[in-house]
């Protein structure tokens, strides 16, 4: 079992940047795939983006490929999400979700475990 806190979100302007971070404990942090999903009012939760163990491999969704970076450091168990080029598009809750893995790969899912959640509003 893993728990996960999600920290940073805000309120910003558009084409400002965040930085949200997801913290881990539990078991092994290095066995898990970890991805950020949103939900936006009225919309249903999507994949926002997902990296596996290592970090080697990442995935994003189309609408944040080039703005979005996913990055984890296993020493200190957290994922961060840094988010550029922010648009009003981009408001939601942002989740974190963890998935334990026999091999070193990404997913949009199943995930096992969900964070709280951290609101993220971006202002026009």
């Known amino acids: 079992q893993v728990q996960l806190v999600e920290s940073g979100g805000g309120l910003v302007q558009a084409g400002d940047s965040l930085r949200l971070s997801c913290a881990a404990s539990?078991?092994?942090?290095?066995?898990?795939?970890i991805a950020w999903f949103r939900q936006a009012p009225g919309k249903e939760r999507e994949f926002v983006a997902a990296?596996?163990?290592?970090?080697?491999?990442?995935l994003y969704a189309n609408s944040v490929k080039g703005r979005f970076t996913i990055s984890r450091d296993n020493a200190k168990n957290t994922v961060y999400l840094q988010m550029n080029s922010l648009k009003p598009e981009d408001t939601a809750v942002y989740y974190c979700?963890?998935?334990?893995?026999?091999?070193?790969?990404?997913?949009?899912?199943?995930?096992?475990?969900w964070g709280q959640g951290t609101q993220v509003t971006v202002s026009s």
């Open positions: 979700a963890a998935a334990y893995k026999d091999y070193d790969v990404v997913t949009v899912g199943p995930y096992d475990y």
């Open positions: 539990g078991r092994t942090f290095s066995s898990w795939a």
């Open positions: 990296i596996s163990w290592s970090g080697g491999n990442t």
